[in-house]
C-alpha cells in the first residue's frame, strides 16, 4: 500500500506539474505612465487592458495558455523608460505594450530590439518611433495602432484653413519635445503648402508655464489660429494667457489636449478650442467599449490611451495566433503582415513598409466647457 501510495502522489505531481506547465502564463510587458502629468493617460490605459485580459483569458486565453501582464510606471520620463525596456526583457516577456509617448517610444526601441522583443506603442505618433532616423529603415520590432505626425499635422492645417477659414497661422511649441518640434513642423509645411502663412513661431522650454513673452509677440502679428502641440498642462496655460493679453485668435491643439485636465484647468480660456485626436467617444466603433469601460470603472475612459492599448493588446494576440509561437522573431514577422484584423476602433491593417496601420482616421473635438466635455466635429480618413 506504501509503494502504491508513492506511485500513486509521483503521478500525482506529474500530472499536476504538467497542467501547471500547459498553464504557465504568456507574459506581456506594459510600460505605462501610472505616475506624474501623463498618468490620467496611463491609469485609463492599464484599466482597459486589464479589462480585456480577463475576458480573453476567460474565453481560453492564449495558445491555451492565460495572458499574465508584467506592468512598470515609467513616469513618462526618459530615463525611467529606458530602465524599465531593460527590466522587460530581462524578466522574458514576450511582447510590450507602450510606451504612449513618442520620445520615450524611441529611447526604448532600440533595447527592444536587441532582445528581440516586439513593442507596440499605443499613442506615440513620431514616425521615428517605427523608423530608424538614421539609416531611414523600419525597425523590425516596433509597431503602432496609430496614426503618425505628418497626417495629425497636416489635418490639423487643413482644418485650420477649410473649417476655420485662417489664413495667418503662429505656432507655439516645446523646443525640449519631440512631440511638439515635429509636429510643428508638419502642420507648418502642410498650412504653407496649402497657401497660408505663419507669421510668428515660438519656442518655450519643457516645464516652462510663463508664455507672455511668446504670445506678447504673436498678439502683434494678428494671427488667425494658433496651434499649440502641447500637453493639457501647457495649453490650458497658454490659453489663459493669450486671453489675458487680449487675443481672439482660434486655438488648436493635438491629440494630446484630450484630458478632462484641461477643462480643469484652461477654464473660460481653453473653451472653444478644437484639437485633433484618434478617437471620440460618440465614436460608433468603440459604443460597447465606453458602456463596458463605464460599468467597470464608474467613468468615460481618458481617450485616447485605452482605446489604443486594446487595439495593440489585440494585435499581439492575433499576431502570436498566427506565428502559433511566442518566438520574438516570428511573432514581430505576423505583427508586419496583420491585415483586417478587428480591433477596439475599428478594423486595422499593418504596412509591412513602416509598421504603420494604414487609413487610420483622425476625429477634430471641440472643446467644450459648461459640458465638461469634448465636443465631435469631423472625421478624417484622408487629407489628399
Request: net charge negative; charged share 25%; aromatic share 8%.
Amino acid at each position: 500500500m506504501r509503494r502504491t501510495g508513492i506511485v500513486l502522489g509521483v503521478l500525482f505531481l506529474l500530472v499536476f506539474a504538467g497542467a501547471g506547465y500547459a498553464a504557465d502564463p504568456i507574459r506581456i510587458g506594459h510600460t505605462v505612465s501610472l505616475t506624474g502629468g501623463a498618468s490620467m493617460w496611463g491609469q485609463s490605459e492599464a484599466n482597459a487592458l486589464d479589462m480585456l485580459v480577463k475576458k480573453i483569458n476567460a474565453e481560453g486565453g492564449l495558445l491555451g495558455r492565460p495572458i499574465e501582464f508584467v506592468r512598470y510606471d515609467n513616469r513618462n520620463d526618459a530615463v525611467e523608460t529606458v530602465n524599465v525596456a531593460k527590466r522587460l526583457v530581462s524578466d522574458g516577456v514576450i511582447a510590450v505594450i507602450g510606451p504612449a509617448q513618442s520620445g520615450n517610444a524611441i529611447a526604448s526601441a532600440p533595447v527592444f530590439e536587441r532582445g528581440k522583443v516586439p513593442m507596440v506603442v499605443t499613442t506615440a505618433t513620431n514616425p521615428y518611433v517605427t523608423i530608424d532616423q538614421r539609416s531611414g529603415k523600419v525597425r523590425p520590432f516596433a509597431f503602432r495602432p496609430c496614426f503618425i505626425d505628418p497626417f495629425q499635422g497636416t489635418v490639423a492645417a487643413r482644418f485650420a484653413m477649410t473649417d476655420l477659414g485662417a489664413k495667418r497661422g503662429a505656432i507655439l511649441y516645446d523646443v525640449g519635445s519631440d512631440y511638439g518640434q515635429w509636429l510643428s513642423k508638419y502642420f507648418e509645411d502642410a498650412f504653407v503648402a496649402k497657401g497660408g502663412s505663419i507669421v510668428a513661431k515660438e519656442a518655450f522650454r519643457s516645464e516652462e508655464l510663463d508664455y507672455r513673452a511668446q504670445l506678447g509677440k504673436m498678439k502683434e502679428l494678428n494671427p488667425d489660429v494658433i496651434f499649440i502641440p502641447t500637453s493639457q498642462k501647457e495649453a490650458a496655460m497658454a490659453a489663459k494667457q493669450a486671453r489675458d493679453l487680449g487675443i481672439k485668435a482660434t486655438l488648436l491643439g493635438t491629440d494630446n489636449w484630450g484630458s478632462p485636465d484641461i477643462i480643469d484647468l484652461g477654464g473660460s480660456a481653453i473653451n472653444g478650442g478644437y484639437f485633433v485626436n484618434l478617437t471620440d467617444l460618440a465614436d460608433p466603433d468603440i459604443q460597447d467599449f465606453v458602456a463596458e469601460y463605464k460599468a467597470a470603472y464608474g467613468s468615460d475612459p481618458v481617450l485616447p490611451n485605452p482605446v489604443m492599448a486594446q487595439d495593440a493588446l489585440l494585435m499581439i494576440v492575433e499576431a502570436v495566433k498566427k506565428a502559433g509561437t511566442t518566438d520574438g522573431d516570428k511573432v514581430a514577422e505576423a505583427l508586419a503582415n496583420l491585415k483586417d484584423i478587428k480591433v477596439t476602433s475599428g478594423t486595422l491593417t499593418i504596412n509591412p513598409e513602416d509598421h504603420n496601420p494604414l487609413d487610420k482616421p483622425a476625429v477634430i473635438q471641440q472643446v467644450d466647457v459648461e459640458g465638461k466635455t469634448f465636443r465631435f466635429v469631423k472625421k478624417y480618413v484622408s487629407v489628399e
